[in-house]
C-alpha cells in the first residue's frame, strides 16, 4: 500500500521560502504524475500543480504560477515544492497525491505564512 510523507511546513514571514518535501513508499512512484494540493482553513481541497512521471513537465494553479516550483526524484521517491515569495493566502495544510487513481492521504504539512 502506497503511503505519503509530506515535511518541511512551517512558520515563515510574507516574502519568505520554504521547500516542501513527499516521501512515497511504493515501487511505482515513478510512473505517476504527482500533484501538490493544499487546503486551507474552512475551504475545500485547491490543485496546486502537478508534475509529470518523467519531471519533464509542470504545471501550475494561477494562484502560484510564477512562485512555487515542483521537481521530483524517483530515485528517491520523493516530490519537492519550492515555494518562494509566500504571501499570507498561501496558508494551508498541503498535501501530495497522485493526479489520478489517487492513494490515500498523508497528514499533511502546514504552512502559515504571517503578514
Known amino acids: 500500500q502506497v503511503q505519503l510523507v509530506e515535511s518541511g511546513g512551517g512558520l515563515v514571514q510574507a516574502g519568505g521560502s520554504l521547500k516542501l518535501s513527499c516521501a512515497a513508499s511504493g515501487r511505482t512512484f515513478s510512473t505517476y504524475a504527482m500533484g501538490w494540493f493544499r487546503q486551507a482553513p474552512g475551504k475545500e481541497r485547491e490543485f496546486v500543480g502537478v508534475i509529470t512521471w518523467s519531471g519533464g513537465s509542470t504545471y501550475y494553479a494561477d494562484s502560484v504560477k510564477g512562485r512555487f516550483t515542483i521537481s521530483r526524484d524517483n530515485a528517491k521517491n520523493t516530490v519537492y515544492l519550492q515555494m518562494n515569495s509566500l504571501k499570507p493566502e498561501d496558508t494551508a495544510v498541503y498535501y501530495c497525491?497522485?493526479?489520478?487513481?489517487?492513494?490515500?492521504w498523508g497528514q499533511g504539512t502546514q504552512v502559515t505564512v504571517s503578514s
Open positions: 497525491n497522485r493526479l489520478y487513481n489517487q492513494v490515500t
